[in-house]
């Protein structure tokens, strides 16, 4: 996004980096309605763009009730109300080893529920940030291994 900035918010840059105008626009929207609340309640502008664990945290706190967990047959289902889903095929994440745990913004039924606007997480967050709604039984891992290639521990 910085790059972008730099760029005056050109659209040659997005085309450049393949990178939707319409996405960084939606990002660029984003980040200044959370800086205008940041300012209101009087809370410090830190930031710290390596902190990948810190920023998958606060995006799993306002959804964390969007959770779901591999399982062995390389699908995913949710976890408080069960229902069988897929990342979505347009995800990076599709394409690589499958997280353990994800949280999504939305559910997509086309030939199946997809997830989009996935992101990997670690599932003690969930007992952390949502304690009302998550338990540790609801986050236990069953021991069981995945098969080969199917998925990767959660995030470390």
Request: with cysteine; aromatic share 10%; glycine share 6%.
């Amino acid at each position: 996004m910085q790059g972008w900035a730099e760029s005056d918010f050109s659209s040659q840059f997005c085309f450049e980096n393949y990178v939707q105008l319409r996405s960084m626009k939606r990002a660029r929207d984003i980040r200044e309605q959370l800086v205008n609340l940041m300012e209101r309640v009087e809370i410090e502008l830190v930031s710290d763009s390596e902190n990948h664990d810190a920023i998958k945290k606060s995006i799993a706190a306002g959804f964390f009730y969007h959770c779901a967990r591999l399982q062995r047959d390389g699908s995913y289902r949710t976890i408080k109300n069960p229902t069988a889903v897929a990342i979505h095929p347009g995800s990076s994440l599709s394409k690589e080893v499958l997280p353990r745990w994800v949280i999504y913004h939305e559910l997509v039924l086309t030939s199946k529920e997809f997830m989009r606007t996935v992101s990997e997480i670690k599932p003690e967050w969930l007992v952390e940030i949502a304690p009302h709604y998550y338990s540790k039984k609801d986050i236990a891992d069953e021991g069981k291994k995945m098969p080969k290639g199917k998925g990767r521990s959660a995030v470390g």
